[in-house]
Structure formats: C-alpha cells, structure tokens
C-alpha cells in the first residue's frame, strides 16, 4: 500500500488517519464509559439503571448527546464571556491532544515521541485550565470554589503521582512510550508487580487528578452545587463532561502503558502453540471471548419485551460475531497486522479495566473532606513516593552490581520497606492528630 | 517550514507579551502570559530541544501559572480595574527603552562574526539523557549548590508561613 502514498507526505499519512479516527471515536466512547457508569453504580445499588432506550439502555448515550445538543446554551449575565467560551473548548483539546502520543499498539499510534511521557503530562496538566477558567468566568460563588478547590487539588496530587511514575521510568530507562512497553516485554514481568507501590501511588492520583470520588471536591454536588460547572449549560456542560471522561481514558492509557505492560497479551513471552498449527495459544483468547459475549446477547435477545430491543440485542451479537472474526482473522495476517489489532484489543482490555476500577472506588468510598484530602496528598503520598523512588533506585543499582537478578525478589523487598515507611506515617499522622488542640482538628 | 514555524511562534509570543501588558483585567493578562510561555515552549521545539520544550510546558505553563491564576483569584478584582494602570512617564520610558533597544543591537552588531548561525541538529545521545548527563555529571557541583539553596528557600517559606511548626 505504500507504493501509492508520494512519499513527500508519507510520514503524515498515517498519523492524520489515527487522530481523525481517535478524535471521531472518542465522544462515542466517553458516551458509553457514562452508560457503563450508570449501569455498574445500578448494579452495585441493587437497580437495574438505564433500560428505556435501547436494550439495556444501550442507545442512552446517544439519546443523552443529542437532548444536549439542542438544548439552550446559557450564558449568565455578568459572566466574562471570552473565558466562560473557550474554557470547556480548552478542556477538551488538551484532553484530546494527549491522545497524540498513546501507544495503542505497536502499530496504531500517532507519533512515538521520545519525551512522550513528558509530553502527555505536559499537555494533561494544562487541561486545569479549562477548569479553573471556566470557574473564575462563571461569576459565581460555587463555581470560583470548585475552580480554586481544584487547582489546588490538582497541584498536590500531580506531585504524588508523577514521583510514583518515576519508579517505573527508573526500571524502562526510557521516555519514549514505546520502549516503556518493550522494556516490559524485555524484563518478561509488567512493571506493576515490581514496583507495586508505585502502582498504588499512581493510582491515588490519578483518580484525584480527574476530579472523580472520593476525591471530587471540585464538584461536590452536596456542598457546591455542581462545583466549576454549576453556571454551564447544554453543549458547553457536554464538552467538561467530554473532557473528563477523556482525561480518564488518558490516566488509563498512562497507567497501562507504564505498569500494566501496554499492548502486551498477559503471558507475552509464553509461546506455546495450538497443535499443529503456527499459531500461538493465548492469542486465540480474544476471540473466544467476543464469541462468549455473541452467544451471551443471543441468548437475551428472546427475553427482550419489544421487538425492537429483540433486534437490536441480535444486532450487538452480530456486531461481536464480527469483532470475533476479524480477531480470527488477524491471526492469519502478517505479524505486523495481527500485532497491531490484538494489540489493540488487549491495550484497551486493560485500560477499561482500570476505569472499571475507578468505579468500583467512586461507589465504595465516601467522599473526603478537603483538609483530609490535602493531608493525604502531603503527610502521606508525597513521603512515601519519594521514599519509593530512594528504594527502587538502590535495588536496582544493588542488582545491576550484585547479580540479584530475580526481579520479583526486588518487588518482595521494596514493598515490605514501603508497607514499613506507610505504617511510620500513618502512626505519625495519628500523633499529630492527637496533639492538636480539638478548635484544629 | 522551519522559519515559517519560528516566525509564527515568535509573532505569538511578542504578540500576547504586549497583550498581557495592556488588558486591564488581570486574569485575562494571566491567560496572555500563558500563551506566551507556550508560544517559548513552541521555539524550543522547532529547535529540536524537545525537553526543554516540555519542561517548559510542565513547570510554567502546569505549575507556577495555576498557581499565579489561584492567587488572582483570590484578589478583589473590582479594585485593581479601577487604578491607574501606567506611569506617566512617556518621555523618560522611551529614551530607556531606546538606549536598551540600541544596546542590543550594538552587541550583536559588534558580534556578527563570532554568532555563526547554525541548523539546529538532534542530540547524540537523546537529549534528555544529554541533559541528565551534563546535569549529574559534568555540573554536578553547580547542580547540587542549586539544590541546596532551593531547599533553603523552601524551608524558609514554610517556617515564615506557619509559625508554630
């Protein structure tokens, strides 16, 4: 195929394709990571949750998007207009422009910057802006709250979370997302079960750093009625909440690519055979699974009340006969291509099962108080992140000179000092609690 | 392509310069000056100095504005629309401001034949790990006398913002 592209504009070809592709898939998917929202926040309250539209409400998010598009756009009276504009469109791009260099695959990614990590932290803390700018615009007590709560939020947890990615940037020796994926496959073990500390460090801040609970002070609904977004309405209101759902995806994607082995299919260097055949055993993994759900939505399908859902339940059943045969497919492809899609599939695999995570969390855990919340970045994360970094860096050097070559030993031993140093500082917290006069506390 | 990218960020740059210095409103001087940061940070990557590029990003445009922007939040913006914005002195300001500008010119002018002009070009070694190198290894003295006055500054900071500690 590449014969036909000139080759003056050869490099870009490809690049163009997947953001248009990211960018037209994107809205869709935040749509349905909402869906998913609603129905796992019904199951865990024992509801059924959206079921009108659609089977199982499964056209909800496009009936969502459309009452927002048509609805009036608001702009309080007082308010700078200029900013209360562009705030939520900021929002937006710096959440989508992250996306730029995210290895969905070894293939499909848009540019494999050598400061790439950098380069999407750089762009992600920028999406602040829409938030605190939006807040200050609206001319409104509760939105200048939650814009300042969440400046303030997001400069403690950044700190945290970013000390917690060094761990694993430590042990790639490399920037570039890419080679972060490869240094995984390199070592055989993801990065999460070396530097599980790290991981969980990452992970704290990364919920606080999207504004999710029970870090969501910003839009406290008990408290500050809807926080920086109070005084938007209809599209602009759709756009922060775009924004926030792609800046998940974005902490996901992080998250994946440094601890949880990227594009890598769990077992990445077993390579055991299907009898007779050249293909490998896992990989047929994802397609038995596609084939699982099919069979599971045909099965609904009967029990579905209206003839439509009936048609619409088949229509997702063939949809994931498809996914199945393309999974199929691939694996007699060239290994370019079939790297690529299963790539794909597991790198997204596991990025939405770490937002099914944040879920679970925002659904379990009651919400903090914001001198808590502070506290906890400061007296707590920020400490026993940088011990974290201390100790991976003297394991790896003891193993680079010492021949202690077994990483899980590493892992064993930096996560009983960390357990050691996180029960220091809880007891020091404890003390501290106790001997402040009861007017602080 | 390069001069039509350098051109573009410069004309940004100076642009909302001037802009951050004349809108009354200061958050919206705020929001100028961040474009003009990012405007830096765009230079730096047409020179290829892509950590600096984001470092840039990182540290001014991530850090030290939200925090400018928290600040002037906090500020009864009412009062400061109402003040005089500039000191009269026209006359004074612009003699300065040539003689600089004259300074300037000089200099270069004086130097046009020891300033080569050079195409920018990738690092060898990539250039993070060139800026770690010469970091903790070449200036690892200056780097450390650094460090230690920063950490000066910030207990300082801390012990004046909270009396008892």
New interface residues.
Partial sequence: MNHLIPPSIQPYVFSVLYGIVIVALLPLLAGYIVLVERKVMADMQARLGPMRVGPHGLLQPIADALKLLIKEDIVPEKADRFLFWWAPVLSVTMALLAYAAIPFGPVFQIADLNVGLLFILAISSMGIYGIVLGGWASNSHYSLLGALRSAAQLVSYETAAGLGLVSALMLAGSLSMKEIVQAQYDQGVWFAFVVPVGFFIYFVGSIAETNRAPFDLPEAESELVAGYMTEYSGFRWALYFLGEYANMVVVGSIATTLFLGGWLRPFARNHDLLWGTSIELLDIVPALLFLGVAAYSFWTARRQPVQIQKLVMVAVGALCVVLAAVMTAALFASPAVMQGIHGAFWFLAKVFGYIYVFLWVRFTFPRYRFDQLMRLGWHFLIPLALVNVIVVGVTIVLQQNWEWRHPMLAAVATTVIMLGVAAFLAQEEKQHQESMPAAER | MNSVLFYFFSVLAVASGVLMVTRR?I??SA?FL?TALLATAGIFLQLQA??L???Q??LY???IM??F??VI??VNLDVSLHLMQFNRQKFVASILAFVLAAQVFVAFWLGRNSLSVQPARLMEP???EAVGQALFQRYMLPFEIASILLLVAMIGAVVMAKRRV
Wanted: neutral net charge; glycine residues 8%; aromatic residues 12%.
């Fill in positions: 409103n958050v919206h929001v961040i892509e950590f590029f984001v470092v990003i990182i445009v991530g850090g939200v925090l922007v928290f939040m906090l990539k250039n993070t």
